[in-house]
Every structure is written in C-alpha cells, then in structure tokens.
C-alpha cells in the first residue's frame, strides 16, 4: 500500500499538484495544482490553484479556490471563503462569509453566517440563518431560513419555513423594510410557512402566510392561511 505523505505550511510556501495523507496550511500557503487528500485543515491564509478533492475541509482563515472542490464528508467554513467553480460536500458548515461562483450541492447544508452563491444551491436538509443572495434556484427537501435577509430567486422543496425572530414594530405597526426580510421570485413546495417575505409567486399545497409578507399571487391546492398584517394581490385554488 502506497504511503501517503503529509504537507504543512506553517510560514510561507507552496504545495504542488499530487495525492496527499492531510494538508496543513497555518500560514500564508499555495496549493499549485490538483490535490486528492484525506484532510486539508487552513488556518492562515491559502490560495488553492486547482481542484480540490478530500475527505475533510475546515478554512478558519481566508482562502480562495479556483477551481471544483469536492468533499466526501465534512466542510466546514468558519472564516471567508471564495470559491470560482462549483462546491459539493456531505455536511456543509458556513458560519463565516463565502462566496460561491458556482454551485453548492451538499446532504446538510447549515448557514450562520453570509453566503452569496451565483448558481444553484441543493441539499437533503437546508438551514440558513443569516444573509444569503443566491441568484439560482435553493432547492432541498426540508429547507428552514431562520430570520434571513438578501434575495433568492428561488425557492423549491417538500417543507419550506421562513420565520422572522427580529420584526421591528414601529407606532404599532410592523415594517418588512427594516433591514432584514427576504426577497424572492417564486417559492414552490408541499407544506409552505413564510414570515417577512416579499415574493413575486408562491405555489403549493397547505400555504401559511405569517405576518409582514407582501406577496403578489398564491396558488394552492390544499389549504391557506393569511395573516392580517401580510397583504396578498390576488390567492387562487387550484384542484
């Protein structure tokens, strides 16, 4: 069995194209081509030249990637990240600041912090509890946005929840452009519940509109619920 060597920059340097045990970059740190690794662990800063293939990848410092990156089981992001090409994981972990040229398509997807994705972003489970700008489509099976801010184009799975934690009540009137709330052009899903949206359409089954959301037109099939504090143009059955 071939022995896999470990790579570590704890000052300056560079790490060349090849196949690796576990990368360590705690400094300032290049990778100069494509790397397949079990580890990649950088708390420093790290300018990744081309793809990227392991089983785990942590960045607490500020990196940017040029290329795919693929991780078989854990991904976490707790620093600022810049990705050119597409981000796939299993468990994907932002509480920084990422940027996405791509695509992000990962089993959990769990967001605290900011993510701006240029494409589509896909998950099993999708928890996003922060700012995010996706200009794609958010697809996923469960999807929760807990008190989000920015725009998503939009918005597809079987459970969709958006809830509002921080609703600013100003002369006893609750006000959707306070800094927060969520922007979109379509939610599609089962069972949909929504708080400070603004949308353009939302399409399902069983539609709960929660307070402070202005959306254009619904269209249902199953049941529908409108808060009085939300304003809805126009809701139709559809059988």
């Given at each position: ?210 307070e402070n959301c202005r959306i254009k037109m619904v269209e249902y099939t199953g049941s529908i619920e409108i808060d009085k504090k939300s304003k809805v143009e126009e809701f139709v059955s559809i059988k």
């Amino acid at each position: 069995m071939e022995n896999k060597s470990d790579m570590k920059i704890s000052g300056s340097g560079s790490i060349s194209s090849g196949v690796y045990n576990d990368i360590k970059i705690s400094g300032s740190g290049g990778i100069l081509g494509d790397v397949d690794c079990n580890d990649i662990k950088i708390s420093g800063s790290a300018s990744c030249k081309g793809e990227i293939k392991a089983n785990n990848l942590k960045v607490s410092g500020s990196s940017s990637f040029y290329k795919d990156v693929e991780v078989k089981e854990f991904l976490k992001i707790s620093g600022s990240a810049k990705f050119q090409g597409n981000l796939k994981g299993n468990d994907v972990v932002i509480s920084g600041s990422s940027k996405i040229a791509g695509n992000v398509i990962g089993e959990s997807i769990c967001v605290s912090g900011s993510v701006s994705v240029e494409g589509n972003c896909e998950g099993t489970e999708v928890t996003i509890s922060g700012s995010a700008n996706i200009k794609g489509l958010l697809s996923g099976d469960k999807i929760y946005l807990n008190d989000p801010s920015g725009y998503i184009k939009e918005i597809g799975g079987s459970e969709i929840t958006i809830k509002d934690r921080n609703n600013v009540i100003l002369f006893g009137i609750i006000r959707f452009n306070s800094g927060k709330g969520l922007n979109c052009e379509l939610i599609e899903g089962d069972t949909i519940e929504l708080e400070n949206v603004k949308c353009d359409l939302v399409r399902g089954h069983n539609i709960k509109i929660g307070e402070n959301c202005r959306i254009k037109m619904v269209e249902y099939t199953g049941s529908i619920e409108i808060d009085k504090k939300s304003k809805v143009e126009e809701f139709v059955s559809i059988k």
